[in-house]
């Protein structure tokens, strides 16, 4: 395998992805609209100057089969990580996102199944969000998976998920590949789609593939522009415009936040491994932080003065917990993380002050949200 088609390879993971697979020696073909959400308007970014060089680069669409046909030619190998992938802005376009999503996937799919290639792997990225709530345990009841949390509790300032059935308070565990598939979002449906779409037709097929589900995200190449996604971002260019930080619900919420770096390893040994094929992966750090501590530890990296409020506001839709039990892909491709949120972080901020300070475009998505009634 040496010719790899990386879709979305001018984004955040995509040309983190690139840089690694070139320096190994592949010959990475990008598929990328440079969509103005992550490039900007004059589709010129440092991610996009990064690449450009190095791969060879098609601009076109994944909606359009054409351009599928065109970057697919004397491919080994595609990772399809192009989609859209903000959680709240899937909420209000739901069109978009299924078509770039799901459509984008079929074409792919149709091309496999219809045409002569010779693509002996393909992985897509799937995420964290089509669990929905995490896994927890309840006292009584063992493992449950929380129903979404109702609009009264958390108008209350109750923000912990409860146990469905005994209505006690429960305790979170890690999310494994065989927990329960319940997203809450019509992002995490579109991811949950994609998987099962590569994964079915890859048997079909006998084309090995593999769904990788991302945790959350982070390090330097992220879109510090784009106010749709990752709050390591989002509290960056407020703290770095000296605008203050309205934390949501009370704070205690956690996600996995996962190095780049690390996410690049695992997609690669993904790519490697024939242990891989036909499976899905868990991604992550394997640790649960809350958004308190992500944006005190901000705050204190860029001693920065500004306020941080909890707000007690909420996304509805939003999970409380979420962090991945990392197992099974420990066992099957030797993957370990190497960064710790605070060697990550450190890395990220390092990067950040080097970049332009961006415009902060977040108080109008939240008033977007607000809008559509996705904010209380
Ligand atoms: N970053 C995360 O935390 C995270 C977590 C879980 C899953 N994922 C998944 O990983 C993948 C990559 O995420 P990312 O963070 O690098 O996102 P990103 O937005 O930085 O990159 C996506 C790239 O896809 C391109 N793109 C968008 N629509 C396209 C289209 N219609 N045709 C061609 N290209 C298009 C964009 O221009 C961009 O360069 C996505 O599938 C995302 O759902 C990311
Ligand atoms: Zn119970």
Known sequence: MKNILITGGAGFIGSNL????????????????????????DQNSTLFKSIKDIATFIKGDVCVKADWQNALKGQDAVIHLAAETGTGQSM???????????????????????EKHNIKKMIIAS???????????????????PNERNDKDMANGNFE??????????????????????????????????????????????????????QNVY???????NPYTGILSIF??????????????????????????????????ALEKKEANHQIFNVGSGIATTVNEVANTLKSLYESEVKISIS??????????????????????GFVPKFDFISGISKFVAWVKTQ???????????EELKQKGLIK
């Open 219 to 225: 390090g330097p190449g992220q879109s510090l522009s």
């Open 92 to 114: 209000y376009e739901i069109e978009k996102y299924n078509e770039v999503n799901i459509l984008g996937t079929a074409h792919l799919l149709d091309f496999l199944a219809n």
């Open 127 to 145: 995420s964290r969000s089509i669990y929905g709530e995490g896994k927890y345990i309840c006292d009584n009841d063992g493992v449950v998976y």
């Open 312 to 333: 007690g506001k909420y996304r509805l839709g939003d999970i409380r917990h979420n962090y991945a039990d990392l197992s099974k892909i420990k066992k099957a491709l």
């Open 18 to 41: 690139t840089r690694k697979l070139v320096e190994k020696g592949f010959n990475v073909t990008i598929l990328d609209n440079l969509s103005k959400q992550i490039h900007g308007e």
């Open 236 to 269: 960056s260019t407020r703290l770095l415009n000296g605008n203050d930080i309205d934390i949501y619900e009370d704070g205690m919420e956690s996600r996995d936040f996962v190095f780049i770096d690390d996410v690049v390893d695992a997609t690669i040994l």
């Open 356 to 366: 332009e300070i961006m415009e902060d475009k977040y108080e109008s998505s939240i």
């Open 161 to 214: 998920s409860i146990c469905s059935s005994c209505g006690e308070n429960l305790i979170i565990t890690s999310t494994d590949e065989q927990s329960k598939i319940h997203p809450s979002s019509i992002y995490g449906i579109t991811k949950q789609q994609q998987e099962q779409m590569i994964l079915l037709m890859g048997k079909a097929l006998n084309i090995p593939a593999v769904a990788l589900r991302y």
